[in-house]
């Protein structure tokens, strides 16, 4: 009956075309839009998690308090031991310190004193070695503009856009002046080795980014940190996994009574991200629920205006002896044959745009320069394993939940008025 | 007797505030002075100590040397009018601070670069009433309110407590034009320098920040030197 049914689908245009049109815009539209949107949240939390707040990051709790003040007068002390308990505790993740700094940037003229001088916000990596995996991490071997990364103690990596308002060539000196730890003045001349831009405003205002050594030298840091950062296996953040790994690490080394002890937070409780992360937990299901119930009322019209065209068709059945359930049967197959059509034609349309969307994202770093958090400046579309599902069962549900609706017409009709009705 | 107290008690209170600020100035304020301070910054984790020698002109020109610790043993400021220039041995480099950073604090202190260079004549900055007098560590003191007259002022108010017998302030709250309290200031210490009654430990709390505040100690002062004009130059600063 499958292949009859089917034949016919493929034969009366008229019974197919519309419906399955229906089915596969709006599974494409499910697909391209959960795509884009799973490929937006993602780098939002990929860019944050790898510029500041890690998967998990360890502070100290008064530093956690008055983070946005840079309060490293309040970091994390025997920084080394703890990073190898969380090493040892935490095996499958990578542990990596920062320490995030203000300051002035201090350019000399050729007497050595102020020709011009800017706000620094300034990162201190571990760049020297590798094996961090900082420099992926933060993607700085795309950011460079010009010269290279620092090889050697001393040199630092500043914002293009700094370099370019005030002439800072590579190659040049400036001094970084602020405070120390401990809250001494703090000056360090350093050589720029490079120019940087991330596309963020909140990077490329005045960046400054140096190794770990430097800063520790400049800042009087020694065996200290303003955080630790934590990344789960895979580079893929994990709610749940990071919630276990920070309730665990808190039990045993968190001290509440103990403003210096060190607390750790996770990515979705740092930076607003837990909004974002939710959105994006919540936006497959959104999507999905607007597209069934959308697409329902569409297709229950559309069958209503198929069952009105096949009228006489169903009357001329049942006048032949078919049972209502039987017609009632072969109509929800139809549907599911017309939903299992639209729907794979819009998943693979659908599949098409996002995966051109992955590999050619759409620039937006025209609208994103005044933005002041962590923001892509492309936004690309992910093609996941749930693309291939997400948008071809709701399809078929609308397909069949319309015709369902729509079919139960042929219950009301009356055996005794058939003749009448079909003018025979 | 006690008629003759309660006089001497009503002609005190009967200062006007301008006759009491008049001669807070001739304590305070000087043409110039000269002299070392220990700087004790209680931070939330350790208190440092810092030791200075200090030249200051007025409020247009001061300049200061660190003698310790080693770290900042050889860090100079000089302050010439809004301009402040700190030069750092470690780096052989003059660094210029105006504008909002003399609002910074100086070596993570309670003090500000602006109030470290702070010796102008209330008289001239503020208007003052004179609300009543209170007693501080025992000492009878005229409760002053001063409200600015002119822009350039570190503080918008001041609430000063005067010691009524010796005209310096024993406790100041300074406060910013909104009302909000900035800062407040605790002198002690008060000894007999050159015919002037000068308090020369104060405490300074900077309401806005964490910590126990910071002790600036002056062991020694001079007022009305001759300090040499190449003191006040760029050039003293690399010396």
């Known amino acids: ?424 | 007797m006690t008629a003759g107290f309660l006089l001497l008690a009503f002609a005190l209170n009967a200062q006007d505030a301008k006759t009491i600020m008049a001669k807070v100035d001739q304590n305070m304020a000087s043409k110039n002075r000269v002299f070392e301070s220990t700087m004790i910054v209680h931070g939330k984790r350790a208190s440092r100590t810092m030791t200075a020698r200090s030249y200051s002109v007025g409020e247009q020109k001061s300049f200061t040397e660190y003698l310790s610790p080693v770290r900042e043993q050889g860090t100079k400021m000089l302050k010439v009018g809004n301009q402040l220039w700190i030069y750092s041995p470690s780096t052989d480099r003059t660094i210029l601070i105006s504008g909002q950073m003399l609002r910074q604090s100086v070596m993570g202190s309670d003090l500000s670069y602006e109030d470290m260079m702070e010796d102008s004549k209330l008289t001239e900055k503020y208007a003052a009433v004179n609300t009543g007098t209170e007693e501080i560590d025992g000492r009878k003191c005229f409760v002053l309110e001063l409200t600015a007259i002119v822009t350039d002022v570190n503080y918008f108010k001041r609430k000063s407590w005067i010691d009524t017998e010796r005209f310096v302030p024993l406790k100041e709250e300074l406060y910013a034009k909104s009302g909000q309290l900035l800062k407040r200031t605790t002198l002690s210490g008060v000894k007999q320098t050159q015919g002037r009654w000068f308090p020369t430990i104060i405490l300074y709390k900077d309401m806005l920040k964490a910590g126990d505040g910071t002790e600036f100690q002056m062991t020694s002062i001079q007022f009305d030197q001759v300090i040499p004009d190449y003191i006040f130059s760029k050039a003293a600063l690399k010396k």
């Open chain 1, 1 to 424: 009956m499958i292949k009859f049914l089917f034949l016919g689908i493929l034969r009366d245009k008229s019974r197919s075309l519309l419906p399955i049109i229906v089915v596969s815009v709006g599974v494409f539209l499910t697909v391209v839009m959960i795509g884009w949107m799973n490929g937006i949240f993602g780098d939002i939390v990929d860019i944050n998690a790898n510029f500041t707040t890690g998967h998990v990051k360890v502070m100290t709790r008064s530093y956690a308090d008055n983070e946005s003040q840079l309060p490293n007068d309040l970091a994390l002390m025997d920084v080394n031991n703890l990073t190898d308990t969380l090493r040892r505790e935490y095996p499958d993740m990578t542990w990596v310190q920062r320490i995030r700094f203000g300051g002035l940037i201090d350019v000399p003229d050729a007497k050595g004193e102020t020709r011009c001088q800017g706000q620094a916000i300034g990162t201190a990596l571990d760049l020297f070695h590798p094996a961090s995996g900082e420099v992926k991490r933060m993607n700085i071997q795309k950011a460079l503009k010009k010269g290279r990364i620092p090889l050697h103690p001393g040199e630092a990596l500043v914002s293009d856009e700094f370099a370019t308002r005030y002439h800072v060539a590579v190659g040049d000196s400036f001094t970084y002046f602020g405070s120390t730890m401990n809250g001494s003045m703090a000056f360090k001349t350093f050589i720029v080795s490079g120019t940087v831009r991330f596309g963020t405003s909140i990077m490329d205002r005045g960046a400054m980014i140096i190794d770990l050594s430097d800063a520790r030298l400049a800042l009087d840091m020694d065996d200290a940190a303003g955080e630790i950062l934590g990344f789960l296996p895979e580079n893929l953040y994990d709610d749940g996994l990071a919630k276990n790994v920070e309730a665990s690490f808190n039990a045993k080394h968190s001290n509440p009574k103990n403003e210096f002890s060190p607390e750790m937070f996770r990515l979705s409780e740092l930076n607003s991200m837990g909004q974002y992360i939710a959105i994006a937990d919540n936006m497959s299901f959104i999507m999905v629920f607007i597209f069934v119930l959308a697409m329902s009322v569409v297709l229950w019209n559309t069958g209503l205006l198929g069952g009105l065209r096949r009228y006489n068709e169903y009357g001329l059945r049942l006048a032949l002896g078919e049972e209502k359930k039987h017609i009632y049967r072969s109509s929800l197959i139809e549907a599911v044959l017309i939903g299992i059509l639209g729907s794979v034609l819009g998943t693979v349309l659908g599949l098409i745009v996002v995966y051109s969307l992955q590999v050619h994202p759409l620039d937006v770093s025209g609208m994103t320069g005044k933005v002041t958090m962590l923001m892509p400046q492309t936004y690309r579309a992910i093609v996941s394993p749930s693309l291939f599902y997400i948008g071809f069962l709701p399809g078929l549900a609308a397909m069949v939940l319309g015709n369902a609706l729509a079919g139960r017409a042929i219950y009301k009709r009356k055996t005794a008025e058939l003749f009448k009705e079909l003018e025979v």
